[in-house]
């Protein structure tokens, strides 16, 4: 079981975001990301927008750092990803 996160090259509302994502179950996200304080608001399908700023704290706590194209791979063999034809 691993939390993953990606490089911050996201802009949107003036910051630099990544994704946050499990690549074994929603729960184990849900938990990882509510004991970081990541508000649940930020939770989008399949995975968590965390600003920038987050990322030091979520790799202390232990997310697993990658490139996107890797957590995107990652979380495709996850079984959990959530095509963009479902994020209607």
């Known amino acids: 079981m691993t ?3 990606d ?4 802009p949107a ?3 630099l975001w990544s994704h946050l994502i499990s690549d074994e179950s929603l729960d184990e996200l849900h938990a990882f990301a509510a004991a970081q304080g990541v508000p649940a608001r930020a939770f989008d399908l399949d995975h968590y927008d965390v600003p920038a700023d ?4 979520l ?4 997310a697993v750092h ?8 990652r979380l495709i063999a996850s079984g959990l990803r959530v095509p963009a034809r479902d994020r209607r």
């Open 3 to 5: 939390v993953l996160v």
């Open 7 to 10: 490089d911050p090259i996201w």
């Open 13 to 15: 509302h003036g910051r």
């Open 54 to 57: 987050m990322l030091t704290r």
């Open 59 to 62: 790799l202390a706590a232990g």
């Open 66 to 73: 990658v490139g996107g194209k890797e957590l995107v791979r």
